[in-house]
T-cell receptor, first 112, second 115 residues
């Protein structure tokens, strides 16, 4: 069964501190995505990770992929209020024709 | 600018009526588009894969006759919610994959409220 598990489901952050969101998946994948969703809005693409060891960074966000462990992490450095949103990882499974399966999402609230 | 345009962004309808949602790929031709559904504070659930010029492929548990998908051109897919009921109220999002980069772009979403 194709599963994508994200944790934590909710993350209360203090401004200026660092945090990590984890995304585990159940079987071989050839691509992993991270998205941000603001309340009432659609998804904004953050990163696409295509290979083992891939690391991408944009501002205070950094995503990495370990295909052997079937794990991706989204690291937030020195959190700021603007990063409050829900973050989703999504995995393309070859067995499913590369359709995306989404994790449950991590709701992030950055407090001053 | 937007790569995928979805319309309408919000729609309110009465039970029993049908509602059509459009998804347009603006930057490239898309032989495949995807339709997702999202309940409040939940993740996205793939409903169906829309294939240009052929029948859509529906995910298990999704009623084909209720959620009609038409992909008549390389830039337009439509989702019609037929005989809508209050439990169909949800956020519907379409997406398009860039075949060159593999990146997936999402429409702005359509919030359906059935009274």
């Amino acid at each position: 069964e194709l599963k994508v598990e994200q944790n934590p489901l909710f993350l209360s952050m203090q401004e200026g501190k660092n945090y990590t969101i984890y995304c585990n998946y159940s079987t071989t994948s050839d691509r992993l995505y991270w998205y941000r969703q603001d309340p009432g809005k659609s998804l904004e693409s953050l990163f696409v990770l295509l290979s083992n060891g891939a690391v991408k960074q944009e501002g205070r966000l950094m995503a990495s992929l370990d295909t052997k462990a079937r794990l991706s992490t989204l690291h937030i450095t020195a959190a700021v209020h603007d990063l409050s949103a829900t973050y989703f990882c999504a995995v393309g499974f070859k067995a499913a024709g590369n359709k995306l399966t989404f994790g449950g999402g991590t709701r992030v609230l950055v407090k001053p | 600018g937007a790569v995928v345009s979805q319309h309408p962004s919000r729609v309110i309808c009465k039970s029993g009526t049908s509602v059509k949602i459009e998804c347009r790929s603006l930057d490239f031709q898309a032989t495949t588009m995807f339709w997702y559904r999202q309940f409040p504070k939940k993740s996205l659930m793939l409903m169906a894969t829309s294939n240009e010029g052929s029948k859509a492929t529906y995910e298990q548990g999704v009623e084909k006759d209720k959620f009609l998908i038409n992909h008549a051109s390389l830039t337009l897919s439509t989702l019609t919610v037929t005989s809508a009921h209050p439990e169909d109220s949800s956020f519907y999002i379409c997406s398009v994959r860039d075949r060159v980069t593999g990146e997936l772009f999402f429409g702005e979403g359509s919030r359906l409220t059935v009274l």
